[in-house]
């Protein structure tokens, strides 16, 4: 019905009309997204139909928007750290690379925390990102642009990456579906800073956009020969999974409670499960989540099966130069001379206190591995839990420093390997969006992705922002 010249119009005049009040897209490629447009209507029009059009280039014409950690070919890719201002990447990223040969077509990259390790998407870069549906609030991180680009309308589908829940807390702010895969099965390469040593089997790359039906088939083509690990061409019978519900982590003295729209949203879920399913959904408690924050600290500074130590935060600061002092770094920052944002020069402190106790982080370990087994034989090979994303709704810019470990919510599930969908359930009373978590065993993503698919004909999915 449309031109692809036309649906990329669409969205590069959709970006200038918002971005100047949200600030997601740091850099585009209006330009060669238009010529890249017209190359997929002059393929479409030189005759006759490629029955194996599809099949060959399933995302043909799709504007996509992609995180500015990930290398896309003559953009910039410094990850909000000051001293790689210059930095434009000469390649792309595998996913990136293997997105475009499906025929999507890029618009630009979108803004991250500082070295994508806090959630609010600020640096010194770039600046701040600010919420479509309320421009005080956060778009969360480490994928906070994709987040607010995607639930402002700006772009069809987007890649995130996630090591403690930086796909899943920006869809959950912005309203949008998010999707940690099982680790292990999309590439992470091409991405600053890529996980070394034990972290590389805790950084996931995912899928984001507005309609749950749009991940599994950008998942395939972001897995490449790896999706043959996951199950997506089983089909789903919603009647038959086991579901389970938890509405908190057992009051963790480190994490906010959770606020009672989140729980009432989430009660939701369970009431129409129950009542339009014909399921029970079992409510569980198990003990170990209380200590989510402690185990993802401890598993993330662990050494891997080699030997090999995780790498220092302050050394990833320092980007091949001289590793950052925190403290001095906090000197700097308190008169502004500071080139770092405070929750990063927060993080490198944090790791030095973290060094100093390597018997209690031993035990976190082992607590960790003995929590995926009781996981993974709650779950089993037919298992969904219900979990809140996140202990509150989208907070105000800056208040993140005062609730720094709230998103052991999301993090837990980095470690623990497992696949989790963040699927929206409509706005709060103040407007922001609500959500819920869908956790499943490792493998088992259709699960997750067939009960978003669910939930958003049930509970409506993305709103647009602005509406209410």
């Not at 997506?232 to 009647?239: A, M, R, Y």
Request: hydrophobic share 40%; aromatic share 8%.
């Amino acid at each position: 019905q449309v031109t692809c010249v036309e649906v990329v119009e669409a969205y590069v005049g959709r970006i200038k009309e918002v971005n100047p009040l949200i600030n997601a897209v740091v850099k585009d490629r209006f330009e060669e997204a238009l010529q890249e447009a017209r190359q997929v209507d002059r393929l479409l029009s030189e005759g006759p139909a490629d029955d194996h059009l599809e099949e060959k280039f399933p995302l043909l014409g799709v504007p996509i928007t992609v995180k500015e950690a990930f290398s896309l070919h003559g953009m910039p890719n410094t990850s909000g750290l000051v001293s790689r201002r210059n930095v434009v990447a000469t390649s792309d990223a595998t996913v990136v690379s293997r997105l475009k040969q499906a025929g999507a077509i890029p618009l630009g990259v979108t803004n991250c925390s500082e070295l994508c390790m806090w959630y609010e998407s600020s640096n010194r870069v770039y600046g701040r990102t600010n919420n479509p549906y309320d421009l005080q609030r956060i778009v969360g991180g480490s994928s906070g642009g994709e987040g607010g680009v995607l639930a402002a309308a700006c772009s069809v589908i987007g890649v995130g990456s996630d090591i403690g829940g930086s796909i899943r807390m920006p869809a959950f702010f912005n309203g949008v579906f998010g999707h940690k895969p099982t680790t292990g099965v999309v590439p992470n390469d091409g991405q600053f800073p890529n996980a070394q040593g034990v972290r590389t089997s805790f950084l996931c790359t995912g899928p984001m956009c507005r309609y749950a039906e749009d991940l599994e088939p950008m998942l395939r083509v972001m897995a490449g020969p790896g999706v043959n690990k996951l199950k997506l061409d089983e089909k789903v019978s919603l009647e038959k999974i086991k579901f389970y519900c938890m509405d908190h982590d057992g009051g963790s003295v480190f994490v906010w409670p959770v606020d009672k729209e989140i729980l009432q949203a989430q009660k939701k879920v369970v009431e129409h499960l129950e009542s339009e399913l014909g399921v029970q959904v079992q409510r569980v408690a198990i003990r170990k989540m209380k200590y989510s924050f402690q185990i993802w600290s401890a598993m993330m500074s662990s050494t891997d099966s080699n030997g090999q130590e995780a790498q220092l935060f302050t050394d990833l600061l320092g980007d091949h130069g001289k590793p950052v002092w925190p403290l001095w770094e906090l000197m700097k920052w308190l008169v502004g001379m500071s080139s770092h944002t405070l929750p990063a020069i927060a993080l490198g402190l944090t790791e030095k206190v973290m060094k100093l106790n390597p018997g209690g982080n031993a035990k976190l370990v082992s607590m960790g591995k003995s929590l995926k087994e009781e996981m993974e034989a709650l779950l089993g090979p037919d298992g969904v839990l219900l979990y809140p994303p996140h202990p509150t709704i989208a907070p105000r810019h800056n208040s993140p420093i005062c609730m720094p470990f709230n998103f052991a919510y999301t993090a837990i599930f980095n470690v623990l390997g497992f696949p989790v969908t963040q699927c929206p359930l409509g706005l709060s009373s103040e407007g922001l969006p609500l959500g819920i978590q869908l956790v499943a065993a490792s493998y088992n993503d259709h699960l997750t992705l067939a009960v978003a698919r669910y939930l958003e004909k049930a509970f409506g999915g993305w709103v647009v922002p602005g509406k209410v």
